[in-house]
């Protein structure tokens, strides 16, 4: 069974960082792509990034130069380091298996918030 | 702004029919692979249609999914109270080379 257990988030000031990780087993990590989603509060689903099985990196446009995807294939571990972070990236963030074209995002991470506020 | 377009809401009685239309362009929609999500309240999302028109192995065939140019329906059939949720509509935008998400759909089973 494919499971994704998100952890490293938190309450954390703006202009802050924190860095992202995900725990995965039940597949060979190293085949796969990889995505991190977002939520705000009360809002729909917002694509951050992904990363290829060969480490193509893809930033959304409202990340791009603050966020980094990364992947540990030794681990199994799946990384998002958030860099000067804003009110604006309060979210869930769900690590998701996949890329949103051809196979589509599953299975999807429980998630874990992320709360930048002084 | 989402670059997909879905309408906020729509509603049915139980056992009817829904469509949830997703609204693109030429980059994204038009060149590329939709998937859709059901969003149950409180939980992640969960993949219902891939490449289009195809169910994951679990997926009722209650759920369907087309598309058309630059424009994607799911379509849900015998609507249940358990229906009740978010659907996205999601894929690649080449001009972006980013992924993109509609802004999401609340089904109401009335």
């Known amino acids: 069974e494919v499971q994704l257990v998100e952890s490293g988030g938190g309450l954390v000031q703006p202009g802050g960082s924190l860095r992202l990780s995900c725990a995965t087993s039940?597949?060979?990590?190293?085949?796969?792509?990889m995505t991190w989603v977002r939520q705000a509060p009360g809002k729909g689903l917002e694509w951050v990034s992904s990363i290829t099985s060969s480490d193509t990196i893809y930033h959304g446009k409202s990340v791009k130069g603050r966020f980094t995807i990364s992947r540990d294939n030794s681990k199994n571990t799946l990384h998002l380091q958030m860099n000067s972070l804003r009110a604006e990236d309060t979210a869930v963030y769900y690590c998701?298996?996949?890329?949103?074209?051809?196979?589509?995002?599953?299975?999807w991470g429980q998630g874990t918030l992320v709360t930048v506020s002084s | 702004q989402s670059v997909l377009t879905q309408p906020p809401s729509v509603s049915a009685a139980p056992g009817q029919k829904v469509t949830i239309s997703c609204s693109g362009s030429?980059?994204?929609?038009?060149?590329?692979?939709v998937s859709w999500y059901r969003q149950l309240p409180g939980t992640a999302p969960k993949l219902l249609i891939y490449e289009s028109s195809k169910r994951p192995s679990g997926i009722p065939d209650r759920f369907s999914g087309s598309k058309s140019g630059t424009s994607a329906t799911l379509g849900i059939t015998g609507l249940q109270t358990g229906d009740e949720a978010d659907y996205y509509c999601g894929t690649w935008d080449n001009s972006l080379s980013a992924g993109v998400f509609g802004g999401g759909t609340k089904v109401t089973v009335l």
């Open positions: 039940g597949f060979t990590f190293s085949n796969y792509g």
């Open positions: 998701v298996l996949g890329r949103i074209s051809a196979d589509g995002l599953d299975p």
């Open positions: 030429s980059s994204n929609i038009g060149s590329e692979y």
